[in-house]
Antibody, heavy 120, light 111 residues
Framework: EVQLVESGGGLVQPGGSLRLSCAAS????????MSWVRQAPGKGLEWVSV???????YYADSVKGRFTISRDNSKNTLYLQMNSLRAEDTAVYYC??????????????WGQGTLVTVSS | QSALTQPASVSGSPGQSITISCTGT?????????VSWYQQHPGKAPKLMIY???KRPSGVSNRFSGSKSGNTASLTISGLQAEDEADYYC???????????FGGGTKLTVL
């Protein structure tokens, strides 16, 4: 059974840092495209970042230069390092899977989400 | 402002059909057959309902269908049921560096 479990969210001050984790089971993270998608309170979904199976990474303009996506193949875990956090980064952060070779561009499994609150 | 435009809300009575539109550009919806739709109930994670414009994942009711014409994609739900009341988001591939863009979401109310 495919499962994604996020952790690492919490309250952080503006300008601070946080690292989110997404532990996967039932499939291999490195063989898939893995994304972070966030949802601000009462707002819609926003794609944040993706890491392709080959290792290429891409970011939304809103987080480029501040966030870094990575994975640990030995732990089958996805990460999101978030630096220079701003109030507008406050959101529930979901990790989500896209499965190549025919499912690269949609998300078939999602985690339950972890809440990040940026406030002084 | 979201990259894809959806109506903020739609409503229908049980048994009726509704359609939610999702308008983008030739750089996303119109340029690729990679539109997907997600259902989200309050406090829950999104659930994939339609992918590649019109394909249904295993386990999703055939009351849900998708289509596309030009830069606009649509999600149709037939035979509305109370449990269909949720937020619905469209999503489209938008090129290798942009990856995907979402719509602003549509709240479906079953009257």
């Amino acid at each position: 059974e495919v499962q994604l479990v996020e952790s690492g969210g919490g309250l952080v001050q503006p300008g601070g840092s946080l690292r989110l984790s997404c532990a996967a089971s039932g499939f291999t993270v490195s063989s898939n495209y893995m994304s972070w998608v966030r949802q601000a309170p009462g707002k819609g979904l926003e794609w944040v970042s993706v890491i392709y199976s080959g290792g290429s990474t891409y970011y939304a303009d809103s987080v480029k230069g501040r966030f870094t996506i990575s994975r640990d193949n030995s732990k089958n875990t996805l990460y999101l390092q978030m630096n220079s956090l701003r109030a507008e980064d406050t959101a529930v952060y979901y990790c989500a899977r896209s499965e190549p070779p025919f499912g690269e561009f949609h998300f078939d499994y999602w985690g339950q989400g972890t809440l990040v609150t940026v406030s002084s | 402002q979201s990259a894809l435009t959806q109506p903020a809300s739609v409503s229908g009575s049980p048994g009726q059909s509704i359609t939610i539109s999702c308008t983008g550009t030739s750089s996303d919806v119109g340029g690729y057959n990679y539109v997907s739709w997600y259902q989200q109930h309050p406090g829950k994670a999104p659930k994939l309902m339609i992918y590649d414009v019109s394909k249904r994942p295993s386990g999703v009711s055939n009351r849900f269908s998708g289509s596309k014409s030009g830069n606009t994609a649509s999600l149709t739900i037939s035979g509305l049921q109370a449990e269909d009341e949720a937020d619905y988001y469209c999503c489209s591939y938008a090129g290798s560096s942009t990856y995907v863009v979402f719509g602003g979401g549509t709240k479906l109310t079953v009257l």
